[in-house]
């Protein structure tokens, strides 16, 4: 192997864009709820038809970080949809990780949308990591919807690391040792939890605001498998690392099943539209993922207002926000843009794209 894993193949695939992809099935009202529901926010834009219909949105919303599922993902080895490397020829097989994403929210996701994605590889770069050499793939993922408006553009970071030594790419390697016990995650068995109840929203003005002012936090947790399986089955993605113990610990050398990425940005995802509120947008959300969460956490989504300011008329509020685990962890950092309607003001349903 050359010494770097960037090769002229890999920098070859910098500019490829992936043919436009329609999702199998438009957003239903079911799939808008099994979101929610696996996420727990009972906002009644994503599960009361009525409600959403006479608000400012005339209809039935999706959560809008999850308004793509994947239908039928392949199985294979590396779990599904993990088989592959977004058509980059690296020297190693390994798992995507999820290192961030940066998004821009340009229309409202409905319930009725056909969503078309496409994927353009922005670049490919390498760095030293503290188990290896590390690759790390940027990609801009475009959805639209069936009239071919832009709902939203995101910039993705997957992570890409060879497997624990002794693994081969290709084959299974039995394993019958070196797994290590982890607590089970409570409640215990015979606890059933009720479902948290909705809580109507305060609506925050522009004028209301000023540096400093903290959103309030949104918790989840104890986090348990069933949580991870349950995002999986709305989301459509069952990376194993998420829900397989003996795989999580033998192929990818974890010390438990992981929290998934994706997950968390719901819950910080939360955290910014609850602030924003029914009346406000949010418009770009930044995240990177710095550590992992497992079972037996409790997570926390918090924030503050970093800056304000008007922009063609309207109120643009800069938050920093993050995640911790009740380890005292911060496992996420990131910072949004939220707009806040003033007094009296009413915000469109469309809005501008912004250079990266």
Request: with cysteine.
């Amino acid at each position: 192997m050359s010494d770097t894993l960037i090769t002229a193949d890999v920098q070859s695939i910098i500019g490829f864009e992936t043919p436009p992809e329609r999702n199998r099935f438009p957003i239903s009202a079911e799939m808008a709820y099994d979101v929610a529901d696996s996420i727990e926010d009972y906002n009644p834009l994503y599960v009361n038809a009525d409600y959403a219909e006479k608000s400012r949105f005339g209809g039935l919303l999706c959560p809008p970080l999850a308004t793509w599922k994947d239908i039928a993902p392949p199985i294979g080895y590396f779990g599904a949809g993990q088989e592959w490397h977004f058509e980059v020829p690296l020297p190693f097989n390994s798992y995507g990780l999820n290192g961030g994403s940066d998004w821009q929210f340009l229309r409202p996701a409905y319930v009725g949308t056909w969503v078309t994605r496409q994927f353009r590889i922005l670049d490919i770069f390498e760095k030293q990591g503290r188990s290896g050499p590390l690759v790390f793939i940027v990609r801009q993922e475009t959805q639209t919807n069936q009239e071919g408006q832009v709902l939203s553009r995101a910039k993705r970071v997957s992570i890409h690391r060879s497997l624990p030594a002794g693994e081969q790419s290709n084959q299974v390697k039995m394993v019958t040792d070196h797994l290590t016990t982890v607590a089970v995650a409570p409640p215990d068995p015979e606890v059933i939890l009720p479902k948290p109840e909705p809580r109507p929203l305060n609506q925050l003005h522009y004028e209301d605001v000023s540096v400093g002012t903290e959103l309030p936090p949104v918790v989840k947790g104890p986090m348990t498998t069933t949580h991870l399986i349950r995002w999986a089955a709305a989301n459509g993605n069952y990376a194993r690392i998420h829900w397989d113990l003996p795989f999580a610990q033998l192929h990818q050398g974890l010390p438990n099943v992981v929290v998934n990425g994706s997950l968390k940005n719901q819950y910080l995802g939360q955290l910014l539209i609850n602030f924003a509120g029914e009346e406000g947008w949010c418009q770009r959300f930044y995240i990177e993922h710095r550590g992992m969460d497992f079972p037996g956490d409790v997570l926390t989504a918090f924030g503050s207002v970093t800056g304000t300011r008007e922009v063609n008329g309207y109120g643009h509020v800069d938050c920093q926000v993050g995640l911790r685990n009740s380890r005292g962890e911060q496992t996420a950092s990131g910072n949004a843009t939220l707009i806040l309607p003033k007094r009296g003001q009413t915000l469109p349903l469309v809005w501008d794209e912004e250079p990266w």
